[in-house]
């Protein structure tokens, strides 16, 4: 297991946030980032950091299989009103069981980055654009969603319509987003 490489805090990194809410995810992906440091590597977010933020990014392991993002999301909105924006990292799959069990699926949300790591993942996906895309999309909040595509497919245009597709490759190693840091809860 690597050390893990943060981000210090600086003008650049500190108005956005990955913060990990949960360390358990219900898959085994070879080379998910979570194996390639020690949590207690990651630094636990401040009051401080979270004082000077505007965007949050909740990551996992998988949020919504383990947490309710919706609730985090408003948590932290309410208790920080200088944080306007909250991302969610999210598998499809867990995304569509999340939706298709919730009531008021996805509020407190400003946006989704979805990862599409097999074909299980791709059909979640393509379902929830045809059974529920009028609840997502209804949803005001949901102003910025991007789709990492591990499989290098082909979607049909009622995804790309709603989505940025940014074609992704496994990392080896874990390199977080150069304008942010990365906390957990």
Known sequence: MNKCILNEQTEKTKKVIHLMVTPFC???????????YSLDDIPRVT??????????CLTGGEPFAFT?????????????????????????????????????????????????KNKRD?????????????????NDELKSNFLYDFLDEEYNES???????????????FIPANDSIFRRI
């Open 26 to 36: 219900n898959r085994d992906c070879k080379y998910c980032c979570n194996k390639q």
């Open 47 to 56: 009051d401080e950091e979270l004082m000077e933020a505007e965007v949050l």
């Open 68 to 116: 309710n993002p919706c609730a985090i999301a408003k948590y932290y909105k309410k208790k920080y009103p200088n944080i306007k924006r909250i991302f969610v990292y999210t598998n499809a799959y867990e995304l569509y069981e999340f939706i298709r069990t919730s009531v008021f699926p996805l509020s407190g949300i400003d946006g989704l980055s979805v990862s599409v």
């Open 122 to 138: 791709k059909t979640a996906l393509e379902i929830i654009m045809k059974d529920f895309l009028e609840d997502i999309y209804n």
């Open 159 to 173: 995804i790309t319509s709603k989505f940025k597709i940014i074609n992704r490759k496994w990392q080896k190693i």
